[in-house]
């Protein structure tokens, strides 16, 4: 095949995969079969797994060989998944909106949160507007489905807004019915409008961890602006999502 056969393979491999002929979950034929139904070398082979495996469609487990990865990504819904009619006047917080619009079985604690109240850093005092030193309240939370996590979230908040609240309670699960939207709310300080902002990268190691994420799987990353009608910052929020664990699905009117 020439010194690029493994670009010529990768691309063979990778329309089998997409026509369903190797279906999620499944084995690779090992690569010496498949350098002999191919007609190329094991190098080759090898050497188109691993561009495979680096685009995110296969992963390579001990033991087992190579498993095409099953991508079941869940709805990830845009201005839909915080619609107020879901937590102030009932009990759907947004990670729940997603699951149930996806078909997915779901239970509160497939959240569990970490609260602390620290020194914020230089992107939380620039959102909030802040002096060096001012101390916020960090709440984390990872998010699971089906017992494996699909990302992390974690809001800022200024202590005045949400001091001796559910958002700061630890508990698994959002913060109480409506979640911190309605807390918000219940305080004075009603979620109006909000900017959210991605991107993606490759995941730290400590990420791959947390995530169980697969060797060449990237990350999307949230930036999440949430306000009251009079402008006022009510959480700043980032998040890390498993990109293949999600479709983002945005349905708006075009403006004029």
Do not use: C
């Not at 017992?147 to 700061?168: D, I, K, N, W």
């Not at 709310?185 to 697969?214: I, K, N, V, W």
């Amino acid at each position: 095949m020439g010194t690029t056969g493994y670009r010529d393979l990768a691309a063979q491999l990778r329309e089998a995969i997409k026509a369903g002929e190797h279906q999620p979950g499944s084995t690779l034929p090992k690569q010496d079969e498949l350098a002999e139904l191919y007609g190329v070398n094991v190098k080759t082979v090898r050497q188109a797994i691993g561009l495979l495996e680096s685009e995110g469609l296969v992963t390579p487990i001990r033991r087992r060989g190579t498993v095409v990865r099953e991508r079941p990504p869940m709805r990830r819904l845009g201005t839909e998944r915080y619609a107020k009619r879901k937590w102030k006047y009932g009990d759907t917080v947004a990670f729940v909106a997603d699951r149930e619009a996806s078909g997915r079985a779901w239970k509160l604690t497939d959240q569990t949160n970490t609260v602390k109240l620290i020194e914020a850093d230089a992107e939380v005092l620039d959102a909030y507007g802040l002096d060096p030193g001012s101390m916020v309240y960090e709440r984390a939370r990872v998010v699971r489905d089906a017992g494996r996590p699909t990302h992390t979230l974690t809001s800022y908040y200024l202590p005045q807004h949400v001091e001796g609240t559910p958002l700061v309670d630890p508990a698994a699960g959002p913060a109480g019915r409506g979640g911190g939207f309605a807390v918000l709310t219940l305080q004075g300080y009603e979620p109006d409008h909000m900017t959210e902002t991605l991107s993606a990268r490759m995941p730290r190691p400590d990420e791959t961890e947390l995530l169980e994420l697969p060797s060449g799987e990237p990350v999307i990353d949230l930036v999440r602006h949430t306000y009251t009608a009079d402008n006022v910052l009510i959480e700043f929020a980032r998040g890390v999502h498993a990109a293949s664990r999600f479709s983002w699905t945005y349905e708006f009117k075009l403006p004029d």
